[in-house]
């Protein structure tokens, strides 16, 4: 269809609707009712958003693009049509789909709401039971978060990275211990939420709760706030817990040592690193580390560096593909604060440090391989960096320190997820 042809095929339909005129169409039986599908419909259509949602629509064009974010008419010849002609529209309709999913895909990806099929499925059942019983707009994140909520060992990975840096920097103070604590925290939560590929775009709602509260919006909420209150309560339990069981008093003793008790293990009073006891009283200390007040600061701390992680992810969004690749870059992202971590004392101690219990690459998740180099990661750092031949996966070098490759690579078999448990029976019964 031409472009004049759409023109005055548009000029045809009459977009100015009088609501106190009633509309009604003759059936073939004689009888009325109100027009379904009619030129009086879609002038209906567009008075309703004029009037309703102040749109401008001017044009049938207008109309259309209030419920589709694209509109393009092919013509599709008919078979009587010259050989050519079929294949020339069949071709540009071919292209027009490619690229309108292309688009869409794109769309999505910076939107944050690029899905897998499993994904797709769980949200449209999601969002059939929220429309059976609200018009309100329908909550990605929420969804997202009740289908993959926050692991509880999550606290117990924030705390010991929290440990690493109290180990290089013993002599900053609380609120210093915090503030450098901070955006390697952010960098954990943002690449957890990549990897859960929970929606991280922010949206309006009339009303959300999350941890039984509600906030009142006026306008949009800062999406690192609402991903932010998801975590909120492991990083308050990380924070307790470091300051209870592992920030030491700060009394010292006439060298100047400092007292080596922490506030749980304070009873006997004032002892240093050898367990003498050098002073009596009660644990003291300049800023506590647990009360609301300095939790909030942290909090708030967190939500910035989010943001601004945020900010530097959706600029690297148009040039990642699928999701693998996205993965590999928000942990090459998330790497740099790792980084950071390791050399808060001045000299990188990557090396130096091992857990086998929790990831040295990500500090998110517990490890599952060790390395020539004494480092233990985790599955998805592994599947992130590794090469994936037949049924081996490979690593020439470990991923926080890329100055040795090794020779032969190191190798550890692949397992599918779905893989089941294997037992082994030594006393020779039989498990049916």
């Given amino acids: 269809m031409t472009n004049e042809q759409l023109k005055n095929h548009r000029d045809r339909i009459n977009l100015y609707y009088d609501p106190s005129i009633p509309h009604y169409s003759r059936h073939a039986d004689g009888t009325t009712s109100r027009t379904s599908v009619s030129s009086d419909n879609v002038a209906r259509l567009a008075y309703q958003w004029r009037t309703q949602r102040k749109k401008a629509i001017n044009s049938l064009n207008d109309l259309i693009l209030c419920y589709y974010s694209d509109f393009k008419i092919i013509c599709i010849p008919s078979a009587n049509d010259p050989p050519h002609i079929i294949n020339q529209q069949y071709t540009k309709l071919g292209e027009l789909i490619a690229t309108g999913a292309r688009d869409s895909e794109n769309a999505r990806k910076i939107a944050g709401l690029l899905m897998t099929t499993e994904d797709l499925d769980y949200y449209l059942e999601q969002g059939?039971?929220?429309?059976?019983?609200?018009?309100?707009?329908?909550?990605?994140?929420?969804?997202?978060?009740?289908?993959?909520?926050?692991?509880?060992?999550?606290?117990?990975?924030?705390?010991?990275?929290?440990?690493?840096?109290?180990?290089?920097?013993?002599?900053?103070?609380?609120?210093?211990?915090?503030?450098?604590?901070?955006?390697?925290?952010?960098?954990?939560?943002?690449?957890?939420?990549i990897r859960k590929r929970i929606p991280y775009k922010g949206q309006s709602y009339p009303r959300?709760?999350?941890?039984?509260?509600?906030?009142?919006?006026?306008?949009?909420?800062?999406?690192?706030?609402?991903?932010?209150?998801?975590y909120r309560r492991q990083c308050e339990i990380a924070q307790a817990e470091l300051y209870q069981k592992h920030w030491r008093c700060e009394e010292k003793d006439r060298h100047g040592k400092r007292c080596a008790n922490s506030q749980n293990g304070h009873t006997k009073g004032h002892q240093d690193d050898k367990g003498k006891v050098f002073r009596a009283g009660e644990y003291w200390a300049t800023s506590e580390l647990d009360s609301m007040h300095q939790i909030e600061i942290y909090c708030?701390?967190?939500?910035?560096?989010?943001?601004?992680?945020?900010?530097?992810?959706?600029?690297?969004?148009?040039?990642?593909?699928?999701?693998?690749?996205?993965?590999?870059?928000?942990?090459?992202?998330?790497?740099?604060?790792?980084?950071?971590?390791?050399?808060?004392?001045?000299?990188?101690?990557?090396?130096?440090?091992?857990?086998?219990?929790?990831?040295?690459?990500?500090l998110i998740s517990s490890p599952l391989h060790p390395l020539f180099c004494g480092h233990v990661i985790c599955q998805e750092c592994l599947e992130s960096f590794a090469k994936k031949k037949a049924n081996d996966f490979q690593l020439s070098k470990c991923p926080l320190h890329d100055d040795y490759k090794w020779m032969p690579p190191?190798?550890?078999?692949?397992?599918?997820?779905?893989?089941?448990l294997r037992i082994l029976c030594l006393d020779g019964y039989v498990w049916y």
Wanted: include cysteine.
């Fill in 300 to 362: 708030q701390t967190i939500i910035t560096y989010l943001q601004w992680i945020f900010s530097d992810w959706e600029k690297k969004l148009p040039t990642i593909v699928g999701f693998k690749e996205a993965k590999r870059a928000a942990l090459n992202l998330h790497l740099r604060q790792v980084s950071m971590l390791y050399s808060q004392g001045g000299a990188n101690i990557s090396r130096e440090l091992t857990s086998h219990t929790t990831c040295s690459c990500c």
């Fill in 128 to 193: 059939f039971d929220h429309f059976s019983t609200s018009k309100l707009p329908f909550n990605f994140l929420q969804a997202a978060v009740q289908a993959k909520p926050v692991s509880i060992g999550f606290s117990d990975h924030l705390l010991r990275t929290a440990l690493i840096l109290l180990k290089q920097r013993p002599n900053d103070s609380g609120s210093q211990l915090l503030e450098n604590l901070a955006p390697i925290v952010a960098s954990c939560i943002f690449l957890d939420v």
């Fill in 208 to 230: 959300l709760c999350l941890k039984q509260k509600a906030y009142p919006v006026t306008g949009a909420i800062g999406n690192s706030t609402l991903i932010f209150e998801t």
């Fill in 410 to 420: 190191w190798k550890t078999s692949f397992n599918h997820p779905t893989t089941g």
